[in-house]
């Protein structure tokens, strides 16, 4: 069984090329770059890049979708960049936090960026740290998840085996000593020992980046290509973890729209990156099985140049919707200003229940470890000013945004093992000349993603994932309050599973803890979906 999913795509409100500048934003704010203390050489700022424009080949069809004119407010950024010393200290006191905090049972590489008595308050009312101890490097990496003590604790075999990934944290360890001359010998060592071991190959790689960007450039600009774009969607149509987050967060809409029974039942689902819109598939769907008499509106945020391709997904939808008979509509909404956000400018009308849904792109967003602008707390404060009766979040549980390198390079090859692992696993029996190039695509992919994760700092590290608790944190400082996703929700995405696969189920986690509903492979969890309000 086959559970619609959307396009993983690069682009989002703060990523996108403007008419003002000419440049994406994740360039424009881009500072010096800076030597942090015990993390090893930075990379050199990398090249001017575009974003694409991808057509997913519908025609469009202005009788079935019902488009507004978009608004042609381009993003617009205070840049005012700091002094070098100042940004050098508040880097010293962030390096400082994140190799001494440590959350529950000692996962040291948890601990996320403190940088202002807001945060600190927060974490305390939020995490109940742990005694302070170094991080152990061991051949599997600890869950990096601020969710609970039990969360994803289970070690996980994955296809680099246990020797290759204890002499990967070596050369990552001779790297922060400043010991390339070690670090080459080990990388060199491992490399073309085993080419079909995906995962370590792609580690060795993104070692020689980060000790040499020069000679080795890690992959920024390709991030923000149509191949990689490709190879993302790939990624969610062949992982299991990922097609659930989506179904969990379809439920939490529609949990919110029929909440409060009412005679004109209306709400307008906005989504600040729809992809291919295949989660609305699935949305639509349901609703159409729960109330044909609901009038739902998607508004989809495009960014400049994008409105042909997101006018593309509105077709989509709007011939499934004629097809339930379903009343639908569909509006594109321009690029604009965070601070412009109204439900105006969003295409909500006063009558329809707003709802928010960010799948896996706030991951994209500067936050306060790049930028003193902060642009991903401050869009979650303005969302919050909307007063929407739900947001949805769903992410990627890994700590790849400010743990120290060491325990990013071991949480990377945890996660990603578990990853690869589980593809492998659910996609046995389908071998054919177009799927085994889909896996090369894919795991191309996942090498473009841990690579730049683990190369990169400041803003060519645009991979910066963060773990629930993070998340949980997040939303209570910019007001919202955690809407639980029960149990029994859980249980039924499960039970759903069971009946289409029950190979993949075996292997498959998912669970309720701490409101939010964690999807993983042999107990290490790689998703996690929330609701808010």
Same mark, same amino acid.
């Not at 005012?80 to 049972?105: A, V």
């Not at 039924?492 to 292997?507: E, P, Q």
């Not at 993983?520 to 979906?529: E, K, Q």
């Given at each position: 069984?086959?559970?619609?999913?959307?396009?993983?795509?690069?682009?989002?409100?703060?990523?996108?090329?403007?008419?003002?500048?000419?440049?994406?934003?994740? !360039?424009?704010?881009?500072?010096?770059? $800076?030597?942090?203390?015990?993390?090893?050489?930075?990379?050199? *700022?990398?090249?001017?890049?575009?974003? /694409?424009?991808?057509?997913?080949?519908?025609?469009?069809?202005?009788?079935?979708?019902?488009?507004?004119?978009?608004?042609?407010?381009?993003?617009?950024?205070?840049?005012?960049?700091?002094?070098?010393?100042?940004?050098? !200290?508040?880097?010293?006191?962030?390096?400082?936090?994140?190799?001494?905090?440590?959350?529950?049972?000692?996962?040291?590489?948890?601990?996320?960026?403190?940088?202002?008595?807001?945060?600190?308050?927060?974490?305390?009312?939020?995490?109940?740290?742990?005694?302070?101890?170094?991080? @152990?490097?061991?051949?599997? %990496?600890? *869950?990096?998840? *601020?969710?609970? %003590?039990?969360?994803?604790?289970?070690?996980?075999?994955?296809?680099?085996?246990?020797?290759?990934?204890?002499?990967?944290?070596?050369?990552?360890?001779?790297?922060?000593?400043?010991? !390339?001359?070690?670090?080459?010998? $080990?990388?060199?060592?491992?490399?073309? @020992?085993?080419?079909?071991?995906?995962?370590?190959?792609?580690?060795?790689?993104?070692?020689?980046? /980060?000790?040499?960007?020069?000679?080795?450039?890690?992959?920024?600009?390709?991030?923000?290509?149509?191949?990689?774009?490709?190879? %993302?969607?790939?990624?969610?149509?062949?992982?299991?973890?990922?097609?659930?987050?989506?179904?969990?967060?379809?439920?939490?809409?529609?949990?919110?729209?029929?909440?409060?029974?009412?005679?004109?039942?209306?709400?307008?689902?906005?989504?600040?990156?729809?992809?291919?819109?295949?989660?609305?598939?699935?949305?639509?769907?349901?609703?159409?099985?729960?109330?044909?008499?609901?009038? @739902?509106?998607?508004?989809?945020?495009?960014?400049?140049?994008?409105?042909?391709?997101?006018?593309?997904?509105?077709?989509?939808?709007?011939?499934?919707?004629?097809?339930?008979?379903?009343?639908?509509?569909?509006? $594109?909404?321009?690029?604009?200003?965070?601070?412009?956000?109204?439900?105006?400018?969003?295409?909500?009308?006063?009558?329809?229940?707003?709802?928010?849904?960010?799948?896996?792109?706030?991951?994209?967003?500067?936050?306060?470890?790049?930028?003193?602008?902060?642009? /991903?707390?401050?869009?979650?404060?303005?969302?919050?000013?909307?007063?929407?009766?739900?947001?949805?979040?769903?992410?990627?549980?890994? =700590?790849? =945004?400010?743990?120290?390198?060491?325990?990013?390079?071991?949480?990377?090859?945890?996660?990603?093992?578990?990853?690869?692992?589980?593809?492998?696993? *659910?996609?046995?029996?389908?071998?054919?000349?177009?799927?085994?190039?889909?896996?090369?695509?894919?795991?191309?992919?996942?090498?473009?993603?841990? !690579?730049?994760?683990?190369?990169?700092?400041?803003?060519?590290?645009?991979? /910066?994932?963060?773990?629930?608790?993070?998340?949980?944190?997040?939303?209570?400082?910019?007001?919202?309050?955690?809407?639980?996703?029960?149990?029994?929700?859980?249980?039924? $995405?499960?039970?759903?599973?069971?009946?289409?696969?029950?190979?993949?189920?075996?292997?498959?986690? @998912?669970?309720?803890?701490?409101?939010?509903?964690?999807?993983?492979?042999?107990?290490?969890?790689?998703?996690?979906?929330?609701?808010?309000?």
């Amino acid at each position: 069984m086959d559970f619609p999913v959307p396009e993983l795509q690069s682009q989002n409100l703060y990523a996108n090329q403007t008419q003002r500048f000419g440049v994406p934003l994740l !360039h424009q704010l881009r500072p010096q770059p $800076i030597n942090l203390p015990n993390n090893g050489p930075v990379p050199m *700022t990398g090249p001017n890049f575009g974003y /694409r424009n991808s057509n997913l080949g519908f025609p469009p069809n202005q009788n079935r979708v019902r488009v507004s004119p978009p608004v042609s407010v381009p993003v617009q950024v205070q840049s005012s960049e700091p002094e070098k010393k100042i940004m050098d !200290h508040r880097l010293l006191e962030l390096e400082k936090q994140l190799l001494e905090d440590n959350d529950e049972e000692g996962e040291a590489d948890a601990a996320s960026v403190i940088t202002t008595s807001e945060w600190s308050e927060t974490y305390q009312n939020l995490i109940s740290p742990g005694p302070v101890q170094k991080p @152990v490097l061991t051949t599997t %990496s600890p *869950t990096s998840s *601020t969710t609970s %003590s039990t969360s994803s604790s289970s070690s996980v075999a994955s296809p680099a085996s246990g020797c290759s990934k204890q002499t990967l944290m070596e050369a990552a360890s001779a790297i922060v000593e400043g010991k !390339h001359d070690v670090a080459a010998e $080990i990388l060199n060592r491992l490399n073309g @020992v085993n080419r079909s071991d995906r995962l370590t190959d792609c580690m060795v790689s993104a070692l020689k980046s /980060r000790m040499n960007p020069g000679e080795h450039p890690p992959p920024v600009a390709e991030l923000f290509r149509k191949e990689h774009a490709e190879s %993302s969607q790939l990624l969610l149509d062949n992982s299991v973890c990922f097609k659930v987050g989506f179904m969990a967060a379809n439920y939490a809409i529609l949990e919110a729209a029929f909440e409060e029974k009412t005679e004109n039942n209306r709400f307008c689902v906005v989504d600040f990156e729809i992809g291919k819109g295949k989660q609305y598939l699935h949305l639509l769907n349901a609703l159409s099985a729960r109330d044909q008499n609901a009038v @739902v509106k998607i508004a989809a945020v495009a960014e400049n140049g994008g409105e042909e391709r997101v006018r593309a997904v509105g077709d989509m939808l709007s011939l499934l919707a004629e097809k339930l008979r379903i009343r639908f509509e569909f509006k $594109i909404v321009a690029t604009q200003k965070i601070t412009e956000l109204t439900r105006e400018s969003l295409g909500c009308e006063a009558d329809e229940v707003l709802m928010v849904n960010f799948a896996f792109n706030l991951n994209k967003i500067p936050d306060e470890s790049v930028s003193t602008e902060n642009p /991903r707390d401050e869009l979650l404060r303005r969302v919050k000013r909307l007063a929407p009766r739900v947001v949805t979040i769903v992410e990627q549980e890994i =700590n790849a =945004n400010t743990a120290p390198f060491l325990a990013r390079v071991a949480e990377t090859l945890s996660y990603y093992g578990a990853l690869l692992e589980s593809i492998e696993a *659910t996609t046995a029996g389908r071998e054919n000349n177009n799927n085994n190039l889909d896996r090369v695509r894919l795991e191309e992919g996942l090498s473009r993603k841990l !690579h730049n994760s683990v190369a990169c700092e400041g803003r060519d590290r645009v991979e /910066r994932c963060e773990v629930f608790g993070k998340w949980r944190a997040r939303m209570s400082m910019a007001g919202f309050e955690l809407k639980p996703l029960s149990q029994s929700m859980a249980e039924s $995405i499960k039970s759903r599973l069971t009946t289409a696969n029950n190979r993949v189920n075996s292997g498959l986690t @998912v669970k309720e803890e701490n409101g939010g509903i964690c999807f993983g492979w042999m107990g290490r969890t790689l998703t996690v979906a929330s609701a808010w309000r």
